[in-house]
Nanobody, 113 residues
Framework: HVQLVESGGGSVQAGGSLRLSCAASGYDVSRNCMGWFRQAPGKEREVVAV????????YYADYVKGRFTISRDNAKNTVHLHVNSLKPEDSALYYCVAWEAGYWGQGTQVTVS
């Protein structure tokens, strides 16, 4: 049974930072491509960042490039998303995704004022 559990969201002021975490069980994040999506009220879900397995290659959407960093802690089977220089438009529910397998977490809310 695969579970992805996000945590670390919260309410912050513009310019602030958070570290979002995605703890996986029943699924090895070190051997699989992982990503983060987000969805704001009334908007479509959009990709934020992807961490590939080959060479630690990453992808970032233009709207977060230079501010967000995706990383993997293999020992804890966890994927992190460090979100810095937050803007009000970053407010959304952030989801962790097992990219190829199609598993999604329940999301963690980020609110920037």
């Amino acid at each position: 049974h695969v579970q992805l559990v996000e945590s670390g969201g919260g309410s912050v002021q513009a310019g602030g930072s958070l570290r979002l975490s995605c703890a996986a069980s029943g699924y090895d994040v070190s051997r699989n491509c992982m990503g983060w999506f987000r969805q704001a009220p009334g908007k479509e879900r959009e990709v934020v960042a992807v961490l590939y397995t080959v060479g630690g290659r990453t992808y970032y959407a233009d709207y977060v490039k230079g501010r967000f960093t995706i990383s993997r802690d293999n020992a804890k089977n966890t994927v992190h998303l460090h979100v810095n220089s937050l803007k009000p438009e970053d407010s959304a529910l952030y989801y962790c995704v097992a990219w190829e397998a199609g598993y999604w977490g329940q999301g963690t809310q980020v609110t920037v004022s």
